[in-house]
């Protein structure tokens, strides 16, 4: 009897490991009025609080113990990322959508104006943790083209130039002498800091990972900041 009931047990615990199918759809991005767009047009004040619409095309729902993972990519750069548990979803059955969305800005407006953000493009792509899986995986994906005005510093600022974007082992800065210069990753961390002479800098960024960083230019009153993507 002792055995049978510990066949019971190891067979309802193997039962609740098993994989359970539920295809969640990104069926795309939407505006304040839950409509479904491809681009949106930011003001020069807004931040960026972007809503994916999911949907269940069943035909389970996703397991207790597992979860949901958004994966953000900013122009093709992993950003960051955004996770549900499953246990916030077991009422997200087959045949439901759901919007769902950061708790927070992903960009604020004073973020973009920092670092030059006038048009990119964000992409969501969903993956599950655990033991659910999905049946299609061709319908995770999801991307929106962003746009907004320039910062008034922008148009003043000619005189500094930045190239190649995207990079790949070097950076050419051409800005007037003396100008302070610095390039900063994703975290806001310093990598390098140099002074502009009279002749183009060429910057070795030979040894650095693929990604998203930013130049900043600074001469007296005069201040810019430019994106950079490295590529390879």
């Not at 659910?132 to 319908?139: K, R």
């Not at 962003?146 to 500094?160: A, H």
Request: charged share 20%; net charge negative; glycine share 8%.
């Amino acid at each position: 009897m002792k055995r049978f009931f510990t066949l019971i047990v190891i067979l309802f615990c193997i039962g609740g490991l098993q994989a359970q199918s539920v295809d969640y759809e990104l069926m795309g991005f939407v505006d304040d009025n839950d409509e479904l767009i491809e681009g949106v047009s930011l003001d020069a004040s807004q931040d960026f609080s972007p809503r994916i619409k999911v949907r269940n095309n069943g035909p389970g729902v996703l397991g207790i113990s597992d979860s949901v993972i958004f994966d953000i990519f900013y122009d093709g750069v992993h950003l960051t990322m955004m996770s549900v548990k499953g246990v916030e979803l077991q009422d997200f059955v087959a045949g439901e959508s759901r919007l769902i969305s950061l708790p927070h800005p992903l960009f604020t407006a004073e973020i973009m104006d920092e670092y030059t953000m006038t048009a990119f493009n964000i992409c969501y792509e969903l993956r599950f943790t655990g033991n659910s899986f999905d049946p299609v995986v061709d319908n995770n994906v999801a991307c929106l083209s962003v746009s907004r005005p320039l910062p008034v510093e922008e148009y003043t600022n000619g005189d500094f130039l930045v190239g190649p974007n995207p990079a790949r082992d070097a950076l050419k800065i051409k800005a007037p002498a003396g100008t302070v210069v610095g390039i900063y990753n994703m975290a806001g961390q310093q990598l390098m800091t140099f002074c502009t002479g009279d002749d183009v800098y060429s910057a070795d960024l030979s040894d650095w990972s693929s990604g998203i960083y930013f130049v900043k230019m600074s001469k007296g009153t005069a201040e810019t900041t430019r994106k950079i993507i490295i590529a390879r």
